[in-house]
Structure formats: structure tokens, C-alpha cells
């Protein structure tokens, strides 16, 4: 694939008419926007685009710090002082209650923010008196709203004062175009003032006039045409018309921001299915509270795709690379690591093309970190306009260049990721990698008297100068209640297998570095716990227990290509697979110890299977030795120990982190530290490529 990111400008040539405040704001078209001719990039946080990406919301909450503006691509918008502005889609929805007091509806809608009935507060001003209507959803179906009804209703019972929850649809009714605000306005009051709820619209359909007003919002054509019929009759003069499909934006009050406090901010519902929304910041960026309040540079569009809420942040490349490299990779890293990465990133990004449909991107690790100014750094600035349109290129195309955190030693061959072959990407040695694990703690790998194995901290332990008659090492520990830990990490979401007291003395299995991406463990997994792990992932059906798990297959690089139980093989569709399918390992290249079992090899050249039981005992290099309670300590000839406990539980000892395909971040840092400059490191993980300024 080529460069198929395209220039994009976004000339919003609008002409600015007299302000008019209104409750939402100060409406108006907004000026004239900065053109950009630079490489734009289409980033996605939320869409519903299926099996390709999912990450939906029911509201969008933004906020800047200065005056901003909201429109169509090119016609009429909205100009706003600084703070926050909300959005949401047209469709079915629960309206739960509406009430004069804001205390009700507002002890209502807590209620419901803990379940997916997610609530929307609004406020406005019918027959003179503020009113509070709460919703909840979205929802795609009428059906779904209407099983919705039940569970809100049970939920906000206490609260409901009577009222009973009722299905609302998309269905509306027009009162007419207007080309001011200030006309759609008055048309709105009078519908207000006679207690019917009457919303302004801005037309975002190219040629359509500005503003419209819409009553209603009805689930079916016969229930408009009744709501039509009393409208009609209520409000004189006024003569209305079913909306057909027309792409706008429904201007409401929100006052759903607190439920302690009434704060009120501009809502907008978007409506219509070709329907897009255009916000542009002051240039200090837009701050979106739904994914995690992280402000980003850029323009935002809003829209409707399969009937959710659909974010894209539309930025300049070169600022999206700001911010990519910055959460990719850290920016006290040498200067030519992060040249290698911001090269890696501008390469991938503009290899994707429209992979994302409405986007060429999106925002997670799917396609590349991107956490918005704030992980921008001027190390990291620096290193990316000193690259400023460089890429990688072989056979005359874009690199798809792909990362991962850290290789293990040794980088993977596209065989063990997705089946295919070599050629750019091949498995090269990354001793760089290495240098993940510099400065960190030392755990021990003890066995406690009660059989029971795990991993203690270097600054916790005290070694001892007595040993086991096999010769293996002692240790205590220094303070109370000290954590032995699953794995050499502390998880603060994993319980400790155990805990222990100064003077009680425990065997040391092994010394290892704390687990990090270049070397790590992981487990204990039960036979229960893979089992349910590897359902939906393998093409071959997964046993109902499992008694012993191998690798059986390797790559060039030593990654696993198969995994078998019970001596079947566990295939998978892509052998990456197996990290996910087996609880979520780091990466592939790991080995597998049942901590059941061991197997022996005599002197004949034959194996057999030995499990521990209780009372066994510790065996030396020659096989003999003492009691040790629960466990059995298995000691190679080279003098390496593990334990063997009652029950099949599995560990799995590996290194690196990703996929391993392409540049590794960690290994890059490595040669970066060893004098490397970015193009030869470059040119080490991406084979037969050069690099070139576009």
C-alpha cells in the first residue's frame, strides 16, 4: 500500500453573523478557521465498526479552555465561550421521568449511573417553569428500549414519584426552516410556553438553511400523526411536517454533569445518517472526559456509525507523532531511540490507508498509543521534527511497520506471528533488549516449609548460613507479614500465596530478575483456569481437563508454533494466538513447567512421568535426600531446583513482550545506549529497507 493518508483541508469559510445568546451559549456561525495544508491524520477513540473495532459510548463530554466553534464541515455552526459541551445520538430511548425539581430527577439518575441503563439529564423552560427530563440510553432497537423500561423502572423506583418509564423514538415533526437563530428562537417559545417541548435544530445537510425547530419524538408514524393532530390544534398558526432523513444537530441543555449541584452545558444530539459534527478548539486543545479527560491537538467529528456514537480526532501527523512516541516509548530513552520510533510510527501511520473505514487509525495499541498532549515531551518533539517526513520504504512502498515492546533476545520471523514469510520482517538477534531489565530487583524463588512455592523480594530477604543436605540455600525474612508473592512482581490485584515471619526459614529454589519485558513468569494457571482461557480460540476442541501442556513446535526465533494437552495439539488460527489463548502471556516465546509433575530420564535414554505427593523427598542431583513436608524439590544436573507440589498447576517462564515482529523498542533503546544512530538501527530490524523523506 502506498501514502494514502490525504491532505485535508478543512476550510470552514463560514461568514460570522450577529451573535445571539441563547441558554446554550453564544450561537453564531463561527469565523473563518485556520486552513491547514499539512498531512492530516483521521484518528478513531470511539466507533462501532464490529469485528474491525468496537469501543462505544452514549455521551461525549468535551471541554476547552478557550472559545471554540461547532458546525457542519462548511455552513452553518455554533461559536462558544470556553468550558464543556456534550453530545449524544437520535434513536430509542427510555424517558424515565420529568419533574420541576432538580433534587428528584437528579437522585434518579444516580441511580442509575452504576447500570447500563446509562441516564441523560436535560433541562428547559415549559409553561414558564424549569423543567428536568431524565432519559437513559440509547438503544438500537424499539424492542431493546422496551425491555430497558422494566429494569428502570425497578431500579429508580423509590424516585419515580408515580411516573411510569416510557419508550421514545427518532420519529419528529418540523415546524419549519428559519435562517436566523434568533427567528428558530421565537418559533421554539411559543411551543414552550403552551407546555409542548420544542427543541432548535441546526441544519448540518450542505444547502440546507440554518435552523429548524423539531416537536416530538415519537416511536411510530401513527403516534406522530396524533402528536401532529394535538399540536396543531394547541398552538395557532403553526402547520407541521414529519422529518424525513435529515442530518442535524438537536440543541438541548444538559444537566446531567453533577447530581449534587445543578451545572447545566450545551447538548447536542446528532441525528440523521450522514449526519457530521465538526468541533474546533482555540488551539490549546480539546479536553474528551470519556477517555480518561486526556486533552488532545486537532479537530474532533462527531457522528453516527451502526447507531453509535462515532469520535475522530482529525490532527496533523507531525502533532499525532508528538503524542504517539511520547506514550510508545520513554522519553528519557537516547535521542536516537526516539528517532527510531517517531520513523516506525510516521511509517505505520500512513501505511494503514482507510483500514478503520471513517479512520485511519484508532487510539489504542490496535494500531499505535496515542494519549493526546499529554504524553508529548520536548525530547520527543524534538526527535520528531528532526525525522519530520521520513519513512521506511522497500520495493518502492511504505513499510507497514510494525513494533513491539520487546523481542526477548531475539525478534520474530513472520511465520510465528501471522503465518507468512520473510523479507522485510525476518528474526534478527536483539541483545538490546536486554537492558529492560537494568537496576531491577533480585526475588528469591523460595519453597516454605508447608510445600507452598513462591517469590520473595531481595530487600526483604536475609540469607542464611545454613543449607539443605542437598546443598541448597536458606533464607528468613526481616519483617512481619512479609508477602510471598504468585510471581516475582508485585500485583496489587493477586493475593500472596503466603506470608512470612522473621525466623521462619524457607529453601531457595532460584534467584531471578524481577519479571519485566524482557524476562518474566507467569502463573500458577489451573487446569480450570486454561481450560476456560482457551474456549473460542483454538480451532481444535479444547480438552475438558488438562493434565500436561508442551510446546511442541518452535520457530526460528524459538517462539511457540505449537502447544499441546494431553499430547493433542491446541491449533490456533495464528500462532500469536497462543499469548492471548493461554491467560494472557507476554509473548510467545516461553517454556512450560507443570508444577505437578516432572519427568525423569534414565539411564536407558527413556523418560518417565513422576508426580509429587506428600512426603516426598528432596532429591539431589544423584536422587537422594530428606523430607520436605508437602513438596518434592527436582534438582538437574547442572544444579537448577524447582518444586513439585500436590495438584497440576502450570507455569510459564518466557521473555519478551509483544509480538515481536519488527522493531523492538526495548532492543533499539539497547543499541541507541551502544552509539547507534537511528538509521542503522532501523535498517538492522527492518530488513532491505532504506529510509526516505517524503
Not at 479536553?287 to 469520535?311: F, N, Q, W
Not at 525466623?503 to 524482557?518: I, M, R, W
Not at 527413556?606 to 536422587?623: D, E, R, Y
Not at 544444579?639 to 522493531?663: D, E
Request: charged fraction near 15%; hydrophobic fraction near 40%.
Amino acid at each position: 500500500m502506498g501514502k494514502a493518508i490525504q491532505t485535508k483541508k478543512w476550510s470552514r469559510r463560514l461568514k460570522v453573523l450577529a451573535a445571539a445568546l441563547l441558554t446554550v451559549g453564544c450561537l453564531q456561525v463561527p469565523a473563518y478557521a485556520a486552513e491547514s495544508n499539512g498531512q492530516m491524520i483521521r484518528v478513531a477513540m470511539f466507533a462501532n465498526l464490529g469485528s474491525t473495532y468496537k469501543s462505544t459510548t452514549p455521551l461525549i463530554t468535551l471541554e476547552s479552555t478557550g472559545k471554540w466553534s461547532i458546525g457542519s464541515e462548511s455552513g452553518a455552526g455554533v461559536t462558544l465561550p470556553a468550558g464543556q459541551i456534550r453530545f449524544s445520538a437520535d434513536g430509542f430511548r427510555v424517558k424515565v421521568l420529568e419533574t420541576g425539581d432538580f433534587k428528584t430527577a437528579a437522585s434518579a439518575a444516580k441511580l442509575l449511573q452504576a447500570t447500563s441503563d446509562k441516564p441523560l439529564l436535560f433541562t428547559t423552560t415549559l409553561s414558564g417553569k424549569a423543567t428536568y427530563q431524565l432519559y437513559t440510553g440509547n438503544y438500537a432497537t424499539e424492542a431493546l428500549a422496551t425491555q430497558a423500561v422494566a429494569r428502570v423502572q425497578k431500579v429508580a423506583a423509590a424516585g419515580l414519584g408515580g411516573q411510569k418509564p416510557v419508550v421514545t423514538g427518532n420519529k419528529h415533526l418540523s415546524a419549519g426552516s428559519y435562517s436566523s437563530l434568533q427567528e428558530a428562537e421565537a418559533a421554539q417559545a411559543s411551543f414552550l410556553a403552551a407546555g409542548i417541548n420544542a427543541i432548535t435544530v441546526l441544519q448540518l445537510s450542505e444547502g440546507a438553511q440554518g435552523y429548524s425547530v423539531w416537536v416530538g419524538e415519537s416511536v411510530t408514524d401513527a403516534e406522530l400523526a396524533a402528536l401532529k393532530k394535538t399540536v396543531e390544534a394547541t398552538v395557532s398558526g403553526v402547520s407541521l411536517t414529519p422529518v424525513t432523513d435529515s442530518d442535524v444537530l438537536m440543541i438541548r441543555q444538559d444537566a446531567g454533569l453533577s447530581t449534587d449541584t445543578l451545572k447545566t452545558a450545551p447538548h447536542y444530539t446528532i441525528a440523521g445518517s450522514e449526519a457530521k459534527a465538526y468541533v474546533q478548539g482555540d488551539g490549546s486543545g480539546i479536553k474528551v472526559l470519556e477517555r480518561s479527560a486526556r486533552t488532545y491537538r486537532g479537530d474532533m467529528e462527531i457522528s453516527i456509525v451502526s447507531g453509535d456514537l462515532a469520535l475522530v480526532n482529525v490532527v496533523p501527523l507531525e502533532q499525532y507523532l508528538y503524542s504517539v512516541v511520547g506514550a510508545e516509548v520513554y522519553s528519557s530513552w537516547p535521542a536516537e531511540a526516539l528517532k527510531v520510533q517517531a520513523v516506525a510510527a510516521r511509517s505505520y501511520a500512513l501505511q494503514q490507508g482507510e483500514r478503520f473505514k471513517i479512520a485511519n487509525v484508532v487510539d489504542t495499541t490496535l494500531s499505535q498509543a496515542y494519549n493526546g498532549i499529554g504524553s508529548e515531551n520536548d525530547k520527543v518533539t524534538s526527535a520528531v521534527d528532526a525525522t519530520a517526513g521520513e519513512v521506511i520504504k522497500s520495493g518502492g512502498k511504505i513499510v507497514e511497520a510494525v513494533f513491539s515492546s520487546n523481542a526477548g533476545g531475539q525478534t520474530a520471523h513472520p511465520s510465528e506471528v501471522w503465518n507468512g514469510g520473510a523479507g522485510v520482517f525476518s528474526n534478527v538477534d536483539s541483545p538490546g533488549d536486554a537492558s529492560a531489565q537494568a537496576g531491577l530487583h533480585t526475588w528469591y524463588h523460595v519453597l516454605l516449609s508447608s510445600g507452598v512455592s513462591g517469590y520473595i523480594r531481595e530487600d526483604n530477604v536475609k540469607e542464611l548460613t545454613t543449607k539443605t543436605e542437598a546443598g541448597l540455600s536458606k533464607v528468613t525474612v526481616t519483617a512481619q507479614n512479609t508477602n510471598v508473592r504468585p510471581i516475582p512482581l508485585i500485583q496489587s490485584t493477586v493475593e500472596p500465596v503466603a506470608k512470612m515471619n522473621p525466623g521462619t526459614e524457607a529453601v531457595v529454589l532460584a534467584k531471578v530478575a524481577q519479571s519485566n519485558d524482557y524476562a518474566w513468569v507467569r502463573g500458577p494457571f489451573t487446569s480450570a483456569a486454561l481450560v476456560k482461557a482457551l474456549q473460542g480460540k483454538t480451532t481444535t476442541t479444547v480438552p475438558a481437563s488438562i493434565s500436561t501442556l508442551e510446546v511442541t513446535k518452535r520457530g526460528p526465533s524459538g517462539r511457540a508454533l505449537e502447544v499441546s494437552a494431553n499430547g493433542q495439539p491446541l491449533t490456533v488460527k495464528y500462532a500469536d494466538t497462543y499469548r492471548s489463548a493461554l491467560g494472557g502471556l507476554p509473548s510467545t516465546l516461553f517454556d512450560i513447567a507443570g508444577t505437578g509433575s516432572y519427568t525423569v530420564l534414565g539411564a536407558d535414554g527413556q523418560t518417565s512421568s513422576k508426580t509429587g505427593s506428600k512426603g516426598a523427598a528432596v532429591l539431589s542431583a544423584s536422587g537422594t535426600g530428606t523430607s520436605s513436608g508437602n513438596a518434592l524439590v527436582v534438582m538437574s544436573g547442572d544444579g537448577q531446583a524447582r518444586a513439585v507440589t500436590q495438584g497440576q498447576t502450570f507455569m510459564f517462564i518466557g521473555q519478551g513482550n509483544g509480538h515481536g515482529l519488527g522493531l523492538s523498542q526495548w532492543g533499539a533503546k539497547g543499541m541507541a545506549d551502544e552509539g547507534y544512530d537511528y538509521q542503522a538501527i532501523l535498517k538492522h530490524y527492518y530488513q532491505n529497507a532504506t529510509i526516505v523523506k517524503e
